[in-house]
């Protein structure tokens, strides 16, 4: 059974930093691509960034480009999201979630995802 643990959310004030992690177990995750999204209070889930578990390729939302970074540890089979520099926008919760699909990173945002996490408040004070 797959699982996907997101940890790592709080209140930060702006300009602050703050890294999420993604822990994924229950099946071997070369081949998929794992995503960021993030759904703020009355709003859609939006996508962040996604990166290819299999070769490390990434693809960010223009919003969050120079402020996030999307990483992956193999060894403990867990995915990051390192928000830097962030916003009182910057405020929702974040979901992580895989697909089963390695190619162009630019479907990333509109695929439809297999797994899902529970989701962590990330909240930014002004």
């Known amino acids: 059974q797959v699982q996907l643990v997101e940890s790592g959310g709080g209140l930060v004030q702006a300009g602050g930093s703050l890294r999420l992690s993604c822990a994924a177990s229950g099946r071997t995750f070369s081949g998929y691509t794992m995503g960021w999204f993030r759904q703020a209070p009355g709003k859609e889930r939006k996508f962040v960034a996604a990166i290819s578990w299999s070769d490390g390729s990434t693809y960010y939302q223009d919003s969050v480009k120079g402020r996030f970074t999307i990483s992956r540890d193999n060894a403990k089979n867990t995915v990051y999201l390192q928000m830097n520099s962030l916003k009182p926008e910057d405020t929702a919760v974040y979901y992580c979630?895989?697909?089963?699909?390695?190619?162009?990173?630019?479907?990333?945002?509109?695929?439809?995802?297999?797994?899902w996490g529970q989701g962590t408040q990330v909240t930014v004070s002004s």
């Open positions: 979630a895989a697909k089963q699909y390695f190619g162009r990173l630019g479907y990333a945002p509109t695929m439809r995802y297999d797994y």
